[in-house]
T-cell receptor, first 113, second 115 residues
Framework: GNSVTQMEGPVTLSEEAFLTINCTYT??????LFWYVQYPGEGLQLLLK?????DKGSNKGFEATYRKETTSFHLEKGSVQVSDSAVYFC????????????FGQGTTLQVKP | DTGVSQDPRHKITKRGQNVTFRCDPI?????LYWYRQTLGQGPEFLTY????????KSRLLSDRFSAERPKGSFSTLEIQRTEQGDSAMYLC?????????????FGSGTQLSVL
C-alpha cells in the first residue's frame, strides 16, 4: 500500500545552518506530495507541494523536488532560523482530488541561536 | 477567516465513557476531514464529508466511532465505550473542493486521554 517514510528526529541545528529532511514514499500511480509544518501549539499548515515529477515546491525559503526515479521529496533550506523550529510532516495524496493524505511520522527540528 | 476551530482542546475520560468532539470548519468550505494522531506519528485519515454526506471511512474507524455533519457546517465525532487505545490527538481539517488545488486547513486538535 501507499506509505511515507521520513528521517527520524530530532534534528538539531545552529541558526544559519543548512537543513535537509529526507522523505521517501511508496505509491502506485502518480501521487501529489506535500510538506506540512506544525509549530508549537498550532495546527498543521501546508508548507509546500508538488503535483508531478520534477516539480519543485517552494515557500518561506524551503524547497523540495519531486523525484520519481528515487521516490523522494526531500525538504531543504539553505539557512535555518530559530523560528523554523517545528515538526515537519511529509505527506502524499494518491490520485484523486481529495484531502485524504498519508503522512510520514514527522521530524522535529530544533534550531539553536 | 477565523480558521478551523475544535472543541474541547483537551478531554480526559475514564475507560468505558462516551466522548464527543466538535469541529467548526472555515465557513465556505464544503469538505471536512477527521484525522487521528498518536504520539510520535503522523496523522491518520479517519473519515471525510462533502457537505453533509460522509463519503469515505477508514478501516481505523471502528463501530464505536461515529461522525456526523448534519447541516453541512460543523461536525461531531463521537467515541462510545472509550478504550485506552483511543488516546490520541483528533484533528479536523476543512477545504473547498472547487479550488484549483485543494488545500487543507487544520484545526489545533482535541487531545483525548483515556484513563
Amino acid at each position: 500500500g501507499n506509505s511515507v517514510t521520513q528521517m527520524e528526529g530530532p534534528v538539531t541545528l545552529s541558526e544559519e545552518a543548512f537543513l535537509t529532511i529526507n522523505c521517501t514514499y511508496t505509491a502506485t500511480g502518480y501521487p501529489s506530495l506535500f510538506w506540512y509544518v506544525q509549530y508549537p501549539g498550532e495546527g498543521l499548515q501546508l508548507l509546500l507541494k508538488a503535483t508531478k515529477a520534477d516539480d519543485k515546491g517552494s515557500n518561506k525559503g524551503f524547497e523540495a523536488t519531486y523525484r520519481k526515479e528515487t521516490t523522494s521529496f526531500h525538504l531543504e533550506k539553505g539557512s535555518v532560523q530559530v523560528s523554523d523550529s517545528a515538526v515537519y510532516f511529509c505527506a502524499l495524496r494518491h490520485s484523486g482530488n481529495t484531502g485524504k493524505l498519508i503522512f510520514g511520522q514527522g521530524t522535529t527540528l530544533q534550531v539553536k541561536p | 477567516d477565523t480558521g478551523v476551530s475544535q472543541d474541547p482542546r483537551h478531554k480526559i475520560t475514564k475507560r468505558g465513557q462516551n466522548v464527543t468532539f466538535r469541529c467548526d470548519p472555515i465557513s465556505e468550505h464544503n469538505r471536512l476531514y477527521w484525522y487521528r494522531q498518536t504520539l510520535g506519528q503522523g496523522p491518520e485519515f479517519l473519515t471525510y464529508f462533502q457537505n453533509e454526506a460522509q463519503l469515505e471511512k477508514s478501516r481505523l474507524l471502528s463501530d464505536r466511532f461515529s461522525a456526523e455533519r448534519p447541516k453541512g457546517s460543523f461536525s461531531t465525532l463521537e467515541i462510545q465505550r472509550t478504550e485506552q487505545g483511543d488516546s490520541a490527538m483528533y484533528l479536523c481539517a476543512s477545504s473547498y473542493d472547487r479550488a484549483t488545488n485543494e488545500k487543507l486547513f487544520f484545526g489545533s486538535g482535541t487531545q483525548l486521554s483515556v484513563l
